[in-house]
């Protein structure tokens, strides 16, 4: 049976007929949409874990216990499992276990473009990379098995263009009937890792890696295709389907078993051609190993290692190279000239609930409308000068104008920790840090414990919008809802937070602006640790409607305070202000109204 998935859709459906009985992650853009599948499999136990540490150790201890298991993350996701993904290598498995790690190249959606195909060989872990949807789905059974006959976690490699582009997959199998899990085996020599047992083991990771080489030189998804061997290609993932476009007259080896290489295929398929190029995203991850057996090859000299490729990056490498001299005329007249359009700049969405903290934070840092610099340095100073760390999330947004309230945001959970930092620093600034309700699940917990168990004087501001908003709205424990959006047990976050032992803790509404300052300046006034959970509901997940607000244009004076909170509903039609009523939540959210100086702004109808 055919069917059209995306690659995401497709190692999920693939991992589901390969047997998989337990799947965790934990949300993150390109990879999210593979738990959310995952889920909708009645007979598959499905989780969103607290963060991608959790989540690999659940599914090592499902692998443990001698079932399936399939763990997904995006590529900044294994920087936080890399300690349990190291010690899952070391144990080895007992059940299948397959990691899927969905790299972004170019950054669509993250803070940084590493190449993960390293983590393989650090860990000593095989690596296999689909190049379009009906591989994704064929290699979770591959996967599954390779794991089990290793004894390794296996790691599927993937980016945002295959976790996301669709394919028709020939669908082919089904389901195994599954039992209950066989009995567990006590093996501590194995799974405790004490110095006496973990020396025995780094041996048979090595051994692994050696019949793993073996396994790929016949692996049945790698292929040779013979063209003109004057130029020979090897490539993997979707830089492949870049290359076979871009040369569809050269030879190619296309890998699927990227980790370890399968040199004696390689050495065989180089020596059929008269030039040798590698084609790859990111890292020479391949040209480097395949240099480093003694065979020329020219790679990264020709492509950037900086973002994605495409078929015109391809030509332009191969011009670079003397392959030919021109771009072909079919190339160019793929991409049509088209008028630029108008600049979008990333903002908050209406009715957003962190609108209302950013608007404040940039109001206590630059003062009121007319003093925010276009640079932060030199901007008022005084006791209310602060500094301001962020987390990765849609409040990070607030980076841009017109609030320019963050000055930070590295990964998940650095935000409390660097403001901390700061403060031991010795900095005179009042530092607060600003992170989503999910994050601080994530990975904001152990920050605070440690801010108050070293004496911060910082103000931790949790943005509690009852969702992981940034990624598509799934659930996490403080939002009381599990993978299938079913009820589940809810974190209450104040009183974890006094529980941690923060006595100054505020529970404030995210759209009363006069008590989310008076909150700030009293917490940041305070020489003890403080937390502000500022409460409103993400106005997409929860779909708020009202009346439309409207602008009394005798009473609009075209100041433009009411454009300083960002909203993309307030524009100007002339020299008055106008609210797009199609955009506008209305009077649940009114931030707009709370800063208007003439009262111009009003309900609809009123």
Not at 21 to 33: D, H, K, L
Not at 54 to 70: D, I, N, Q, S, Y
Not at 174 to 201: C, D, Q, T, W
Request: proline share 7%; net charge neutral.
């Amino acid at each position: 049976m055919k069917q059209l998935l995306s690659g995401n859709e497709a190692i999920a459906l693939g991992a589901y007929h390969a047997g998989v009985q337990v799947a965790s992650a934990y949300p993150g853009t390109p990879s999210t949409e593979i738990l959310e599948n995952m889920a909708s499999y009645k007979d598959v136990y499905a989780e969103w874990s607290t963060n991608e540490k959790v989540a690999m150790e659940v599914g090592l201890g499902a692998a443990t216990a001698g079932v399936r298991a399939l763990v997904s993350m995006k590529h900044v996701g294994l920087n936080v499992a890399a300690d349990a993904f190291f010690g899952a290598s070391n144990v080895g498995v007992r059940g299948g276990l397959v990691v899927v790690c969905a790299d972004d190249p170019g950054m669509h959606s993250s803070q940084n473009e590493q190449d993960n195909r390293h983590y393989a060989r650090f860990a000593k872990v095989p690596m296999l990379e689909p190049s379009n949807s009906q591989e994704a789905y064929s290699l979770m059974a591959y996967a599954f098995r390779l794991s089990e006959e290793l004894d390794s976690p296996i790691m599927v490699r993937t980016t945002t263009r295959i976790s996301h582009a669709k394919s028709v997959v020939e669908v082919a199998g089904e389901r195994p009937e599954l039992g209950p899990p066989p009995p567990f085996i006590h093996s501590p020599s194995k799974y405790v890792m004490v110095p006496s047992n973990a020396r025995p083991r780094h041996p048979l990771a090595e051994q692994r890696i050696l019949r793993a080489a073996e396994r790929f030189e016949e692996f049945p998804l790698n292929e040779v295709i013979w063209g003109d061997r004057k130029v020979g290609i090897i490539s993997a993932g979707v830089a492949y389907q870049y290359a076979r476009e871009a040369f569809p007259q050269a030879s190619f080896l296309k890998l699927v078993t990227t980790y370890p290489l399968p040199h004696q295929l390689v050495k065989s398929f180089a020596a059929e051609v008269k030039t040798l190029i590698v084609v790859e995203e990111l890292d020479p991850f391949m040209e480097e190993i395949i240099k480093s057996i003694g065979i020329a090859v020219q790679g990264k000299s020709l492509f950037p290692i900086i973002g994605e490729l495409n078929i015109d990056i391809v030509l332009q490498g191969a011009m670079k190279a003397g392959l030919i001299s021109r771009m072909p005329k079919e190339a160019v007249a793929t991409t049509p000239a088209l008028k630029p359009l108008p600049p979008r700049p990333p903002l908050l969405c209406p009715g957003c609930p962190h609108r209302g903290v950013g608007y404040v934070l940039s109001r206590l840092r630059f003062g009121p409308k007319g003093s925010i610099p276009g640079a932060r340095v030199g901007g008022r100073k005084g006791k209310e000068w602060h500094i301001a760390t962020s987390d990765i999330g849609c409040y990070t947004l607030m980076v841009y104008s017109p609030l320019f309230a963050i000055d930070s945001c590295v990964c998940m959970g650095a935000s409390i920790t660097m403001a901390h930092g700061l403060e031991k620093a010795g900095v005179a600034e009042k530092t607060v840090s600003v992170l989503g309700d999910s994050t601080f699940m994530h990975t904001g917990i152990p920050g605070l414990v440690n801010m108050v168990y070293n004496r911060s004087h910082s103000t931790v501001i949790i943005l509690d919008n009852h969702t992981t908003a940034m990624t598509g709205h799934q659930g996490h424990p403080a939002a009381g809802r599990s993978a299938r959006n079913e009820e589940a047990p809810k974190v209450d976050i104040a009183e974890l937070a006094r529980g941690i032992g923060v006595k100054d803790v505020n529970v404030i509404s995210a759209f009363n602006l006069k008590e989310i300052e008076d909150t700030i300046r009293h917490c940041t006034a305070n020489n003890e640790p403080s937390v502000i959970v500022v409460q409103g509901p993400c106005s997409l997940y929860e779909r708020i409607s009202g009346t439309a607000l409207r602008v009394n244009e005798e009473r609009c004076n075209g100041c433009k305070l009411c454009l300083d909170i960002g909203c993309p509903a307030i524009t100007f039609d002339g020299d008055k202000a106008y609210i797009v009523p199609t955009m506008c939540i209305g009077e649940s959210c009114s931030l707009c109204v709370q800063v208007c100086a003439r009262n111009a702004i009003e309900k609809a109808g009123d």
